[in-house]
């Protein structure tokens, strides 16, 4: 992985944390993802993360937690990047729902 990448990630993981309100309505479940939004997300990322570049996508994430499944609020990411913005997210109250690394998961 090379250093201008990393600063990259950095950048958007400051970013991300960043521009999630405070004041989320924690109790609005948020918007299933349907089959139609699911294909163009996995065509844009072509199965790799969008963030990292470096492992197969996993996860079908909503940068605003309960935000909508549109193409502008969904992300596609390997494991490691979506256990890594859980954390973040939980560790700055920004979502309700602790972090539970994929990796541990049966
Ligand atoms: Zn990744
Ligand atoms: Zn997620």
């Known amino acids: 992985m090379n250093e201008k990448l990393i600063l990259?990630?950095?950048?958007?993981f400051r970013k991300l944390i960043l521009n999630i309100p405070d004041d989320l309505d924690?109790?609005?479940v948020k918007e299933?993802?349907?089959?139609?939004?699911?294909?163009?997300i996995?065509?844009?990322?072509?199965?790799?993360?969008?963030?990292c570049n470096?492992?197969?996508?996993?996860?079908?994430?909503?940068i605003i937690p309960n935000g909508p499944a549109t193409e502008e609020n969904l992300i596609d990411l390997c494991n490691h990047c979506h256990d890594a913005i859980h954390l973040l997210l939980f560790t700055f109250k920004k979502?309700?729902?602790p972090y539970k690394p994929q990796h541990f998961r049966g």
């Open 8 to 12: 990259l990630l950095c950048d958007y």
């Open 26 to 28: 924690k109790n609005q």
């Open 32 to 40: 299933k993802i349907n089959d139609e939004i699911k294909e163009k």
């Open 42 to 51: 996995r065509n844009r990322s072509n199965g790799t993360c969008e963030l």
């Open 54 to 62: 470096n492992y197969d996508s996993k996860k079908i994430h909503h």
């Open 95 to 97: 979502w309700k729902f």
